[in-house]
């Protein structure tokens, strides 16, 4: 019995007890009750009920294949929205959209067919293979590769490296999953027409890239550490590989996060502008100078943690490779590097050794492949292609070894001192 329950059943018997039994009462009154609330305080509490554990929430098997239509669509410039497993009403017009672009009967729901497309192709697309499609990647962007990694749908357009093509060379074996071939080369007329020239002579990197794909298959495949014949292709074809992936990948996060084209591009270039200086500075500086000075011009133009300038690094080193703009592409690595990504310093060699977005330096190249080689080797997580990172890692090794290639001398670059111009703050991504 609880004190309070004892008191009230007390206190009513002696309100409406016969006056008579008043007097003995009152005399038992203090005795039962004291006994009561004694009792009371000798008693073992009730034990507590244990709280209620949260209810577990299964997935379905059904939302999660929806989440992986959504991330697929999310990735090949279809927005989809948040993906939640929920296929509203932006999610069946990302379908719709789909469905139009592939030439598929547009009623916003997937039939099985449609699905396994889809689903191959964004496996293909994590997978790295946009690489072998530089050409469909710069026109069209990750959109392109839907056809690219669909023969069925266009294969006179889109031409599948992993696939036999009349009497050409064959594509290579297949880096990561996916094919080696650098490009999507035409068969070749009667009369070939004039290529750019290797090396730093080439003023595009797509020239270039070009030049590199059509050698690569004269060659019969990528040059390999075990059989260094020519170390300025090996170099140039792991620059072409690096850039497909770096334009593919950046793409793709730039659909995810919701970035309009037009406005990326507007920050890009903003970006590249103030970050001049620091281009001049990769010869005659040290790598530590270089990433102070990125990180102090980056906290001016309002990216003020490492986070935000590895999220634009990957944003406008992308936008540079799409729009042939070395110094844009260029910057993107340095805001990469600079926010602790050291494989990226792959990149600032070959742009380095390549003269694309700075003038050509053979020495300050190789310290910048050093950084990025030694980096990888001490367990680093890969910038790109990361399934055969440690073949790269090789083949360039072995081709900075070889002695086959020039490293000519430089003289120190002053740090020109840079501000931000008043460039306002930018939408960084969260």
């Keep these: 019995m609880h004190i309070q329950s004892a008191i009230s059943i007390l206190l009513a018997v002696a309100l409406f007890a016969p006056s008579a039994a008043k007097a003995g009462f009152h005399e038992n009154l203090l005795e039962q009750l004291g006994r009561e609330i004694i009792d009371e305080m000798f008693e ?3 034990a507590a009920s244990p709280p209620a554990s949260p209810p577990r929430t299964v997935e379905s098997p059904q939302r999660q294949e929806n989440r992986r239509v959504q991330s697929a669509l999310n990735a090949f410039g279809f927005p989809a929205g948040v993906v939640d497993g929920d296929l509203g009403p932006r999610s069946r017009a990302a379908i719709g959209a789909y469905q139009a672009f592939m030439g598929f009967p547009g009623t916003g729901f997937l039939d099985e067919y449609q699905k396994g497309v889809l689903l191959n192709a964004h496996r293909r697309l994590q997978a790295g293979d946009g690489a072998a499609f530089p050409n469909v990647l710069a026109a069209e962007g990750t959109k392109g590769l839907l056809k690219a990694f669909t023969p069925t749908v266009g294969p006179s357009t889109y031409p599948d490296p992993q696939v036999a093509q009349g009497g050409r060379i064959g594509a290579p074996g297949a880096p990561f999953g996916g094919p080696e071939d650098l490009g999507v080369v035409p068969d070749l007329p009667v009369a070939v027409p004039s290529l750019p020239q290797a090396g730093p002579t080439a003023t595009r990197m797509s020239e270039r890239c070009e030049f590199v794909a059509l050698t690569t298959r004269i060659n019969q495949g990528l040059i390999q550490a075990d059989a260094m014949l020519d170390a300025d292709q090996a170099l140039s074809e792991q620059f072409c590989e690096a850039r497909s992936f770096a334009l593919a990948a950046g793409q793709s996060y730039a659909v995810q996060i919701g ?9 890009c270039t ?20 270089v990433q102070a000075r990125v990180v102090e011009l980056g906290a001016s133009l309002g990216m003020a943690n490492l986070p935000k300038l590895a999220a634009y690094g990957k944003l406008c080193t992308a936008q540079g490779y799409r729009l042939d703009d070395a110094e844009i592409a260029l910057s993107g690595a340095l805001l990469s590097f600079a926010a602790g990504q050291r494989p990226h310093a792959e990149l600032l060699a070959h742009h380095a050794r390549e003269g694309f977005g700075l003038a050509a330096q053979g020495a300050a190249a190789f310290s910048w492949y050093d950084i990025a080689l030694d980096a990888l080797e001490r367990g680093a997580t890969p910038a790109f292609l990361p399934s055969k990172s440690a073949q790269r890692v090789a083949v360039m090794r072995a081709a900075i070894k070889s002695g086959q290639l020039q490293a000519d001398t430089v003289g120190a670059v002053p740090m020109v001192p840079a501000s931000g111009g008043g460039i306002p703050d930018l939408p960084l991504p969260q």
């Design 259 to 267: 970035f309009e084209e037009a406005q990326l591009v507007e920050i």
């Design 44 to 46: 073992d509490p009730p």
């Design 270 to 289: 903003r970006i590249s502008a103030a970050l001049g200086p620091v281009r001049a500075m990769m010869a005659g500086q040290s790598a530590q100078a």
